[in-house]
């Protein structure tokens, strides 16, 4: 098979065709040129764009160009070296991009590993006939057969929610409740080993890539036997471009039958699909926060729609909007209501700060249940959401506190090596030294204030001198492979105490872990979010669920000002589903998600005022627009306020709200007004961008 075959080896006498393609720029989408040759809707060609070439997609085949046929351009070749898109992946792709707002073709191109979609791969003398051909002609990597573990007898609720599953014909939206330590993945194993058996492949999202090898572990050992040897594909950002073209090419090929991903697996290429998992589906990881700004989990449920099939999201505390759609019946329920090993869930304790003496931010509380899990050879994990040796560095004579020159936030401390300090702005990546005197009043006694993970650290192996105290933390697992070998380090029982970010809350079943202790928990509290609440709430469910999972009589200590808040009270009793019904209240008696559809509009500028003049005339339009089209639908529109930490990289940012009860008329509103944003009096002097369904507010 010709590889490529470039445009000008054509006869000449072939009809013309015209082609519309998807290019990943950022002003309109689609964009007809003309082609001598065969072209099928679903291949890459290679196109001028301006005064580049361009790799593009074919989404269309029209009878007569959108515009003057004289100056459409010819394609410069057709890429063949793979099998076109499918129409299924590229109707998913077209939802995607309707109802995100955003051009197809920054959908389309993307969700393509890099070398399919960058021109140099393809030209120049060291290409050769492209990425794919030099990938094959490498010897393919087969994976190595793993040992296959033990598979442990389903309960009889892991049974039901097993056979529901399979026997669900069609798309059917199913949400697996279940407690921290209740079986999950058994069940998501059980369930993709009966789909391959039928033939159908398999695609399992989950939050994070730290726990992708984890998963990925046990889906070899258990599924390669139904999937094949290379029959699982993972899927992640921090794959390097040859791993992911490689884990493509397996997936859009067929040979892989199971993909195991983060987000951004929800656009594989596989059709044949018989089941979608979303693990932790209320996890906020799933939605890209920049670009198109999808939720893949919401991807996930349009998806299985799509194909007739059934889609399964698990959590123990699952996202108050999936918790509504149950409540409705349009989710069916699946309950696990049990813990798979241990008989008992943790047992949770409040401390009350506020009256105590404390101990580098240790209650006596907290330190002595320690000195008792570390004596009984149990492991210990401290959870502390902030990383860094302190939040800021402070003047005690005249009340400096380190900032950031480009944005209006803190410098975090951090400690590089025991000597040597810096500040980082965790919002910009700013890093400066640490100054030797007070840049304000020259006074040398500079302090930390607050503490972050390094601090923490250190005072425990002060505190605890045996003991052998690991950090896992976004600044401790920089280097590839290193979170993994730490979490390894902590399953292998090398490690006593841990001491962490959220990074180490989720998904992990560490068998000997007694103890949780939570610090400074109340960050979240008074948060202007309206999610913040129930974030939190999920975060300190899933923390704590890491405690006594194998053994029983775990146990778990928030230290907290604020005992008496709704969200502790529920957290003392495991009760999400009480936490859920009074929340729920809340965001209907304030028509807030799920009880409304929201829109936000941004903008930031070197100054807040045109940002601001930009979202107040978007405003109006906004307004006169649904006097005009939908007289009858209400339309909520806040005024557009400054964001909480206002500028960012010396770029003042400011935010519109929009709100509607009714998601189709607000998807028509979005669509109109975004046609003519662009032609705002403003809309030049600022950087302005739109998201549906914003996580964070
Ligand atoms: P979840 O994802 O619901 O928090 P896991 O799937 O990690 O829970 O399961 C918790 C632990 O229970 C794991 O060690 C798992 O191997 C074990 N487990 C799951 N199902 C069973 C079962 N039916 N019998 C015995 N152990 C089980
Ligand atoms: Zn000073
Ligand atoms: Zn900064």
Redesign the pocket.
């Known amino acids: 098979m010709a590889d490529i075959i470039p445009a000008e080896c054509v006869q000449t006498s072939a009809p013309i065709r015209w082609v519309r393609v998807a290019l990943d720029v950022p002003l309109a989408d689609l964009y007809d040129y003309r082609s001598n040759e065969a072209v099928v809707v679903g291949d890459r060609v290679i196109v001028a764009f301006g005064r580049r070439k361009m790799i593009g997609v074919v989404v269309g085949l029209p009878e007569v160009p959108g515009c003057d046929p004289s100056k459409v351009k010819d394609v410069l070749a057709v890429l063949k070296d793979i099998a076109p898109l499918s129409s299924s992946w590229l109707h998913f792709a077209t939802f995607a991009a309707e109802y995100y707002q955003r051009p197809l073709g920054e959908v389309i191109l993307p969700a393509l590993p890099m070398p399919l979609r960058s021109v140099p791969s393809y030209q120049g003398k060291r290409s050769g006939a492209g990425p794919v051909v030099r990938l094959a002609k490498r010897r393919a990597s087969q994976q190595e057969a793993t040992a296959t573990s033990v598979v442990?007898?389903?309960?009889s609720q892991?049974e039901q929610a097993v056979t529901a599953l399979i026997a669900a014909k069609g798309f059917k939206t199913f949400l697996l409740y279940?407690?921290?330590?209740?079986?999950?993945?058994?069940?998501y194993l059980h369930a993709a080993a009966q789909t391959l058996a039928l033939g159908k492949r398999v695609l399992m999202l989950v939050p994070e890539i730290n726990l992708t090898p984890q998963f990925e572990q046990s889906l070899r050992a258990r599924l390669e036997p139904v999937a094949g040897v290379n029959g699982v594909a993972v899927m992640h950002s921090a794959l390097s471009d040859g791993e992911r073209l490689r884990a493509w090419l397996r997936v859009q090929s067929g040979e892989a039958r199971i993909v195991l991903g983060t987000r951004l697996a929800i656009f594989a290429p596989l059709d044949d699909l018989g089941l979608i998992v979303v693990?932790e589906e209320h996890d906020p990881s799933y939605k890209q926060q920049d670009g198109l700004r999808y939720s893949a989990r919401d991807l996930a449920v349009w998806r299985a729609h799509d194909l007739g099939i059934p889609v399964v999201l698990?959590s123990?505390t699952p996202s108050l909007e999936s918790w509504a759609n149950a409540e409705k019946s349009i989710y069916q329920r699946l309950d696990?209501p049990a813990?798979?090993?241990a008989v008992t869930l943790p047992s949770v304790r409040l401390v009350d700060t506020r009256r105590l003496q404390m101990d580098h931010g240790l209650s006596p509380h907290l330190v002595e249940a320690m000195r008792a899990r570390l004596a009984n050879k149990e492991q210990v994990l401290i959870f502390l959401n902030r990383r860094g040796y302190a939040p800021a560095l402070h003047c005690n004579s005249c009340g400096w506190v380190s900032q950031c020159t480009r944005c209006t936030t803190f410098t975090v401390l951090h400690r590089l090596t025991a000597q040597r300090a810096q500040l980082h702005c965790h919002h910009c990546g700013l890093a400066q030294n640490v100054p030797k005197a007070c840049p304000d009043c020259g006074d040398q006694d500079l302090q930390p204030m607050g503490r972050g993970t390094q601090r923490v650290e250190e005072h425990l192996a002060e505190l605890f001198p045996g003991a052998r105290v690991v950090r896992i933390d976004a600044d401790s697992t920089r280097k590839k492979g290193s979170a993994q070998a730490l979490f390894a380090s902590v399953h292998a029982g090398e490690v006593d105490i841990l001491v962490g970010t959220q990074m180490v809350a989720k998904?992990h079943?560490f068998?000997n872990l007694g103890l949780v202790g939570v610090l400074n928990a109340d960050a979240l509290l008074f948060s202007q979010d309206f999610r913040a609440p129930e974030r939190l709430f999920a975060q300190l469910m899933q923390v704590a669920?890491r405690a006594g999972?194998?053994s029983g009589h775990g146990e778990v200590i928030v230290q907290t000002g604020y005992p008496e808040q709704a969200v502790y009270q529920a957290l003392l009793k495991h009760d999400y589903a009480g936490f859920a019904r009074h929340s729920l209240q809340e965001r209907q008696a304030a028509a807030l998600p799920p009880f409304s559809y929201q829109a936000l509009l941004s903008a930031e500028a070197r100054e807040l005022t045109p940002a601001l003049d930009f979202l107040r005339g978007a405003r109006e339009l906004a307004s006169e627009l649904s006097a005009h089209y939908q007289t009858e639908v209400v339309l909520t529109l806040y005024d557009p306020v400054p964001l909480r930490i206002v500028r960012v990289d010396n770029m003042c940012r400011a935010q519109l709200l929009l709100e509607s009860t009714n998601r189709p008329a607000l998807q028509s509103l979005l669509r109109h007004w975004l046609k003519l944003l662009p032609e705002q009096p403003d809309a030049r002097r600022v950087r302005w961008q739109l998201e549906v369904d914003p996580l964070e507010i």
């Open positions: 442990p007898q389903l309960n892991q279940g407690v921290t330590g209740s079986g999950k993945t058994e069940v693990d698990g123990a696990l813990r798979a090993r998904g079943d068998a669920g999972r194998h």
